[in-house]
């Protein structure tokens, strides 16, 4: 099968060794396998992450974020059945998504949402977990709550922001701030339902306290945490909750304790990597996903289209999410 890989980690993304086109044998599904062939899939931060900072000898598929039909199922599989149309984030302890065909435990696939394409589901799965995870079981947010309560969002034109701050807007009552610093991205924050949008170039809190905002009781810091970090202890209110999904080199806690504010960490993969009693979760939070698009309560966060999954637009695909400068999702589709 057609797959894009790399066998040497830390080269520059213009090298066209950084990603190649490779062919892998296709794989067997295990017991709670389904196997999918990918129609669509779409770039995010950690596949930059893998590509730069993983060794290996062999060929390593990347990719975390996939739309496609079912093809084969595993003997204990009972969620799907080939024919069925999925999307999905995958694991990273295994092979990625960039390959005609690709293996996934059927407990964190949702059904594809009916008034999408491929395309556009593939820009969903990891961010909407993320983003739901982030706001609902690490925030502790509850669907209908938030009332009076503000939830600053940092890098809202991400990815992971796109999602959350819709889901942020439509879930919940809070009062919903993005960050962005480029009038392209701050219209795009508006556009999905934030009720206001500052800078994060420049200081938060006298932005928030022309808002008429003194301080906020949620953060979700999703980009730069380590840069904004004092910052989000200045503008947070007592007994407030940071949420943080990025990869600090260091990050001194004790600024916190005066406040008395948490600290929640979200990594998507946990439940798979750990293969959790809850890791079913993922299928059921993305199943509701796919019904909230399918009633237009949400939408897709695809932002460009690359063209054909190969190694030549991949490689702009991580060099435009390594700038730093994407808004939504980078997507591919099609071998």
Do not use: C
């Not at 062939?37 to 730069?52: G, I, L, M, W």
């Not at 698009?293 to 939408?299: K, V």
Request: aromatic share 6%; charged share 20%; net charge negative.
């Amino acid at each position: 099968m057609k797959a894009i890989g790399f066998t040497q980690n830390g080269l520059p993304i213009e090298d066209p060794a950084s990603l190649q086109d490779i062919f892998m044998p296709r794989p067997n599904p295990g017991p709670r396998d389904i196997l999918v062939e990918v129609k669509a899939v779409s770039v995010n931060p950690v596949d930059t992450k893998v590509r730069a900072g993983t060794f290996t000898r062999e060929p390593k598929i990347l990719g975390w974020d996939a739309a496609g039909i079912v093809r084969e199922v595993g003997p204990q599989v009972t969620l799907y059945k080939p024919g069925d149309q999925v999307y999905y984030a995958g694991s990273i302890a295994r092979p990625g998504s960039y390959s005609e065909y690709h293996l996934v435990d059927e407990r964190i696939v949702g059904h594809q949402p009916r008034s999408l394409d491929a395309a556009q589901a593939a820009a969903l799965p990891l961010t909407a977990i993320t983003a739901w995870e982030l706001l609902f079981d690490r925030l502790g947010l509850l669907e209908g709550g938030g009332d009076g309560d503000a939830l600053l969002i940092i890098g809202a034109a991400g990815g992971v922001g796109s999602m959350l701050v819709q889901l942020a807007r439509q879930l919940t009552r809070l009062t919903v701030i993005g960050t962005a610093s480029r009038a392209e991205t701050a219209d795009w924050v508006r556009e999905l339902g934030a009720h206001h949008v500052i800078d994060h170039s420049a200081p938060l809190h006298g932005q928030l306290q022309a808002l008429g905002i003194e301080s906020v009781s949620h953060v979700a810091s999703l980009t730069h945490t380590e840069q904004h970090f004092a910052q989000l202890v200045e503008v947070l209110r007592p007994q407030g909750r940071l949420g943080v999904i990025d990869d600090p080199q260091t990050l001194d806690v004790m600024p916190l304790k005066r406040k008395s504010l948490s600290l929640h960490w979200e990594l998507m993969f946990t439940r798979s990597l750990y293969q959790t009693d809850d890791m079913v979760r993922q299928h059921e939070l993305l199943e509701r996903v796919a019904g909230l698009i399918d009633q237009g309560i949400l939408r897709t966060t695809l932002g460009e289209h690359f063209g054909a999954i190969n190694a030549a637009n991949m490689r702009r695909a991580h060099a435009l999410v390594e700038s730093g400068k994407s808004r939504g999702k980078i997507v591919l589709e099609g071998f």
